[in-house]
């Protein structure tokens, strides 16, 4: 986490244009299109941790941002997350590279709205109460 917070304090304000160019070319693939083994390899290198993939921050891939607004909605913690579930978070980083509601999610992560919103929009929706029910203590 330090190594993220670190990476995002270095790039400072990332406005409208901004060049995207100081996050490591991994962080802004979907994680699925990385050749076996690429992400154990270039995760200890850059001081980073699974968690920090499914965690917002302007050096991340856009789509993995909004799963990072939607964990959060469901409770889900990215580290609990990718610790118990990650086979479960690569699938719905698939059903996020590929969604067709990518503007209704921005919006709903912009303006807010009902906490049901999602289930009407989100592909992952059901997967991440699924995780939730099964990740929060009895």
Request: glycine share 6%; hydrophobic share 45%; with cysteine.
């Amino acid at each position: 986490m330090k190594a993220m917070v670190s990476l995002l304090a270095n790039v400072g304000s990332l406005g409208r244009g901004a060049k995207r160019a100081s996050a490591p070319r991994f962080l802004r693939r979907a994680l699925l299109t990385l050749p076996k083994g690429t992400l154990e390899r270039l995760l200890p290198r850059s001081g980073l941790t699974r968690a920090d993939l499914f965690r917002s921050g302007p050096l991340n891939a856009r789509h993995r941002n909004r799963m990072a607004w939607m964990l959060r909605h469901f409770q889900i913690s990215p580290d609990e997350a990718t610790a118990k579930a990650w086979p479960e978070l690569l699938e719905a980083e698939r059903a996020c590279v590929t969604c067709r509601n990518v503007g209704r999610c921005r919006s709903w992560i912009a303006w807010g709205g009902p906490p049901t919103a999602p289930q009407a929009f989100c592909p992952n929706a059901a997967r991440f109460a699924a995780m939730a029910a099964r990740l929060r203590p009895a």
